[in-house]
């Protein structure tokens, strides 16, 4: 526990912050391409994401959330990068599909206005894979980011609660 | 005592509503000059989309071609590859069997029946009516179920070959698929009493927006946005392709002299009455279904394509799309060049802004339906 | 209109333009090869005539075969529904600079948009149009190079970002 790193603090007034924090990600998405239909599907009633307490948001000085879809190219990298620095701190990326991944289809080797990766040019939390992902996949990426702002590994229990 | 109109004069306003923005649909930037709310002057800026799909198909063979032009456009992923599939057979001379032109024209109906789907989705959304766009989008996912059982993607199916489709519908499939029609039918009915006919919607989407039938000839828009300023023009009934030959077709036209041509609301009604007219088709594609071979080409043939070139017209949900392919008989294309619908709604935009209010651009950019992705390829 | 009026008609009016007739592919439209010089008249015509009336540029499209620059108009009618494609044709420079080419744009308004994406990723500057074409940049400001041409080279670094050679097609 002593060497352990986590954004979760020990103390009871810490973990109810974190418990806040994790329970009501709003979001918001910078949607470019083909990804986007999919994060639309997620928002609606039958995947509804608002049950894990994301509501989407216009305004990126209120969200705690982005999430990336669809193939960045060279020319709107820059608003990214600005979007990107205008949310306030604690704020965390999800990068949605396989071309903000590593490029996908528009990989550098085909395509000359595409960066190969959203993650040269801003800190990305998680990564879900799919072209485009299904709506599951997308949850199952929350739900990983839920974990990972509670501080916890894969699969590992809340060692803070076992040993008190 | 004082003339008020000397110190009532306003100057003009200037917004930059930059690639992001929560009134847009997808990145693009507005130039807008307003006086007070009303909007003035518009000059607008695209290219933020830009992933050069016409260079990467010239550097992947041809087998690939197909995955690459579903991804020109996501939610009409269906009639590009139908408009590539076309092109190459038109130039190898291949014969498609009629089993597999009919599963082609059930895929595209079913991609139109969802690309509509969302726009009427983005519209309620637009306007406000949040409970309307959860009810479209329940609907629009058993569509896409359907797609799925098909394809087995939801979006890019990846599903037609040169020369046929991939594999046989399974045995359920046409069942389910009259079904789920049934059950579209019905609801459409139940978004007449609760968005088209009521006060809040029309108020909202009446005279916003307003196309002239003119202004649709002189930039060359065809589709929905065009039927509802009065032009006619559909080329699945003037030059029907891929067995569209022996199926009616009756496409909805706005008629002339009425209250609502040309604005948002038209726009609304002609998608709603596609919708119906695709449910029509569907049924009696089903009807007259023939059995036979669904590919004239096995998988494991190589693809050969010998020189010679092709343009070919396509309906797809948004309009005219136009595909010219040249080979030069080697192992991959030597260009493809995709002619989109949306490029005309975006050169007719500065044109459809001036006189209207700041509040209502949402609403006049989601009842358009421009694919930002297709026109920046 | 049938085909052999409107050939006679442009060669009544314009003499010496159309160099050559072919068929397009293996389909039904007929295609014309217009001389450079000539294009913006035989234009003109087509579409002022009441009889003929092309007064929609359907597509516009540009490929490179060889050292020469194809460029493929699809003009058709609202009124009577039919089609007629034109072709013209330009050299590439050796030095690999930009090519002139007339534009048809005071004829047809729309093709505004098909030439300023041909300008910009094929490396052409379209003569005697209208202007305002800036509606459409898809490339970032100050890009090097022409993409769409067969001799591109990839670029190595884009704003800083490291970005990787180009496959070769014979892959």
């Known amino acids: 526990m002593a060497g352990r790193k986590n954004q979760a603090g020990i103390g009871t007034l810490q973990r109810a912050i974190t418990w806040a ?28 994401i608002e049950r894990f307490g994301c509501i989407p948001q216009i305004d990126p000085k209120q969200a705690d959330l982005l999430f990336v879809a669809g193939p960045v190219s060279y020319k709107i990298a820059p608003y990214l990068k600005g979007l990107y620095e205008e949310m306030p701190f604690p704020k965390w990326v999800i990068s949605v599909g396989s071309c903000t991944n590593c490029g996908g289809a528009f990989a550098p080797e085909y395509s000359y206005s595409v960066i190969a990766g959203v993650d040269k040019i801003i800190p990305i939390d998680i990564y879900i894979p799919g072209c485009p992902p299904r709506p599951e996949a997308i949850m199952n990426g929350l739900i990983k980011l839920i974990e990972v702002i509670s501080g916890l590994e894969n699969g590992q229990k809340d060692i803070a609660i076992e040993t008190k | 005592m004082f003339d008020s109109s000397e110190w009532l004069n306003t100057d003009l306003n200037t917004f930059e509503i930059g690639p992001y923005d929560y009134r847009l649909q997808a990145p693009m930037k507005l130039s807008l000059k307003a006086d007070g709310e009303l909007i003035v002057s518009a000059a607008i800026e695209t290219g933020f989309l830009h992933k050069g799909v016409e260079k990467a198909l010239e550097i992947q063979k041809w087998r690939a071609s197909i995955a690459y032009a579903d991804r020109l456009d996501s939610s ?15 130039i190898i001379m291949l014969p498609v069997p009629p089993r597999a032109q009919k599963i082609r024209i059930i895929l595209s109906e079913l991609n139109r029946i969802s690309s509509h789907l969302a726009c009427v989705a983005a519209v309620a959304r637009s306007t406000g009516a949040l409970a309307v766009m959860h009810h479209v989008l329940r609907d629009r996912e058993q569509v896409l179920d359907l797609l799925e059982l098909v394809s087995g993607a939801r ?17 359920g499939f046409i069942e389910k698929m009259i079904e789920t029609c049934e059950t579209i039918l019905i609801r459409l009915k139940e978004y007449d009493k609760t968005l088209i ?39 699945r009934s003037s030059s029907p392709y891929s067995g569209y030959a022996d199926i009616d077709i009756n496409v909805p036209l706005a008629p002339a002299g009425h209250e609502h041509l040309g604005d948002a609301y038209a726009r609304i009604l002609i998608r709603i009455q596609e919708i119906a007219t695709s449910i029509d088709i569907l049924k009696q ?12 080409k096995k998988p494991e043939d190589e693809i050969i394509v010998p020189r010679g070139e092709a343009y070919i017209r396509v309906e797809s949900s948004r309009g005219l799309l136009g595909c010219h392919v040249v080979s030069d008989g080697g192992p991959t294309p030597a260009r493809i060049q995709f ?32 694919g930002m992705s297709e026109v920046d390829k | 209109m049938d085909k052999k009026t409107l050939l006679s008609k442009l060669n009544e009016v314009v003499p010496g333009a159309v160099l050559r007739k072919q068929r397009m592919g293996r389909s039904e439209m007929v295609c014309l090869w217009i001389e450079t010089k000539s294009i913006q008249r035989v234009a003109e015509i087509i579409k002022q005539d009441n009889e003929i009336s092309l007064d929609w540029l359907e597509n516009l499209s540009a490929m490179q075969i060889g050292e020469a620059l194809v460029f493929t108009y699809v003009v058709s009618s609202w009124k009577f529904g039919s089609t007629l494609i034109l072709r013209g ?3 590439i420079n050796v030095s690999g600079g930009i090519v002139s080419f007339p534009s048809v744009t005071k004829t047809w308004p729309m093709a505004i948009a098909f030439e300023s994406e041909i300008e910009e990723l094929f490396g052409v500057s379209f003569q005697d149009g209208t202007l305002h074409k800036k509606e459409k940049s898809l490339l970032l400001h100050g890009w090097v190079g022409f993409p769409l041409r067969k001799d591109y080279v990839f670029p190595k670094q884009v704003l800083g970002i490291s970005h990787c050679q180009q496959v070769t097609s014979n892959v």
């Open chain 2, 285 to 296: 594609a089903a009807e007259k279904m023939p059995i036979g071979d669904f590919c004239s």
């Open chain 2, 197 to 235: 006919f009521s006060d809040t919607f029309i108020g909202r989407a009446k005279k916003v927006g307003l196309i002239e039938k003119k202004l649709a000839n002189e930039t060359g828009m065809t589709g929905p946005n065009a039927k509802a300023t009065g032009l006619m023009y559909d080329v």
């Open chain 1, 21 to 48: 924090r994790k329970r009501s990600l709003w979001y918001i998405a910078a949607c470019h391409g083909c990804c986007a239909e999919e994060l639309t599907n997620v928002l609606g009633c039958k995947y509804d």
């Open chain 3, 89 to 91: 044709s330009a050299d």
């Open chain 2, 339 to 370: 002619r989109t619908p949306s490029m005309a709604g975006v050169m007719a935009l500065p044109k459809v802004l001036p006189g209207n209010k700041l509040d209502d651009l949402s609403v006049i950019l989601s009842s358009m339906d421009l």
């Open chain 2, 155 to 171: 979006f890019s199916p990846n599903f037609l070959r040169f020369g046929g489709v991939k594999e046989d519908v399974s045995d």
């Open chain 2, 76 to 90: 009409a992923a269906v009639f590009a590859e139908l408009a590539l599939c076309l092109g190459v057979e038109e």
